[in-house]
């Protein structure tokens, strides 16, 4: 059965060749690679010339991933769908595991697997699934929604799948993959297209390295919209409702603290704001402001978030200097501790 390959690019000439490299290792051989270069201006037409008779090479105005993603699935003459991004790699039994999982799970919609994340794909084995087991499928709506556990370079969907739940929605450019995987899972009723399959091994490295654009501001910022929008479209399910204010939450956070980090605390103060108010939105009950509930240890603390908020309305000059003190003590903290541990790292 024919894979199609997707693989989106922009600006990742460095890795792109490694990235095919690994679709072409294959043990699994029946698959074609489309890359779809999302405008990039380095040298990615140059690294792809070696690879021209083994890939499908398309070239499109600057779109963003899920135009890239959407522009390769409709090129595509596979029944299956696998996505891999530029600076990822796979392990070489990744497609014939999940074309044999398929072929015996004719109910399955896609199947994922486990993997890692790191700044040298190949060299750390940890698992990112082992303490985060998948839901089964009448679970995957609200599980996605806890914790999005579906890496996209470990995913292979059927066709017939994205024909009735849509493609990857052009106007998000983050989150755009939960967003996708919600609807094959078929909504807060749990009624899916069909299920979920997990391969539970290791078959994906996921690069980590500071052109990620999951670590920029605007990426958290694009993460707030997209999640508004789902709580527009399912925030009528009340489990829907806190999970996605949980997310909410999250997001807000991490986002003050970036703009906190930036020196920017006007913008600081209001997403610490943010986060409180969504934080106690997802609580389940008044008694569990203050006593532990399911997901406490990934929620943003109300009061934390209030007290950062009041501490950012103070004159800047103040705050700013506070921050870098503190973040100096921070420095010096961890300068000491390790220097307590080397002795001991010594004598083991």
């Known amino acids: 059965m024919l894979v199609s390959v997707v693989i989106p690019t922009f600006n990742s000439a ?16 029946d698959f074609e690679i489309i890359v779809v270069d999302d405008a990039s201006t380095d040298r990615t037409e140059e690294a792809l010339r070696s690879y021209a008779k083994r890939i499908c090479y398309v070239r499109q105005d600057r779109g963003g991933p899920s135009v890239a993603r959407n522009r390769g699935i409709l090129q595509a003459r596979g029944e ?17 595991r999940q074309v044999e999982y398929l072929d015996h799970h004719p109910e399955a919609c896609l199947v994922y697997t486990d993997f890692t994340r790191g700044p040298q794909p190949g060299i750390n084995n940890e698992s990112r699934l082992q303490t985060f087991k998948p839901r089964d499928s009448a679970q995957a709506f609200h599980g996605l929604l806890e914790e999005n556990f579906i890496a996209t370079p470990t995913v292979m969907v059927r066709r017939s799948a994205l024909a009735r739940s849509g493609l990857f929605d052009a106007k998000l450019r983050g989150s755009e993959d939960l967003d996708l995987w919600l609807r094959l899972a078929g909504g807060p009723s749990g009624m899916s297209l069909r299920s979920f399959g997990f391969i539970d ?3 994906v490295d996921v690069r980590q390295h500071e052109a990620n654009t999951s670590r920029s501001v605007d990426f958290i910022e694009e993460q707030i919209r997209a999640t508004r ?31 906190q980090n ?5 913008q600081a103060r209001s997403a610490y704001w943010s986060s409180a108010y969504h934080a106690l939105a997802a609580r389940p009950s008044a008694i569990s402001y203050f006593i532990d509930w ?5 929620m943003p603390p109300v009061a934390g978030a209030v007290a950062r908020a009041v501490f950012m309305s ?7 200097m506070t921050h870098g003190a503190a973040r100096s003590l921070g420095r010096a903290l961890r300068a000491h501790r390790a220097k307590l541990r080397a002795p001991l ?3 083991g």
């Open 14 to 29: 460095d890795y792109l060749a490694q990235a095919i490299q690994s679709v072409l290792v294959q043990t699994y051989q």
């Open 80 to 96: 299956l769908i696998a996505f891999l991004d530029a600076d990822d790699l796979w392990r070489p039994t990744k497609l014939a």
């Open 229 to 259: 929008m789902m709580l527009t479209r399912w925030g009528d399910d009340a489990a829907a409702a806190r999970l996605l204010r949980r997310r909410l939450g999250i997001c807000s956070w991490n986002l003050a603290f970036a703009e």
């Open 201 to 203: 091994e290791v078959l």
């Open 262 to 266: 930036r020196g920017r605390y006007a």
């Open 314 to 320: 103070l004159p800047s000059p103040f705050v700013s």
């Open 345 to 347: 790292a010594r004598r």
């Open 294 to 298: 399911k997901g406490r240890k990934s």
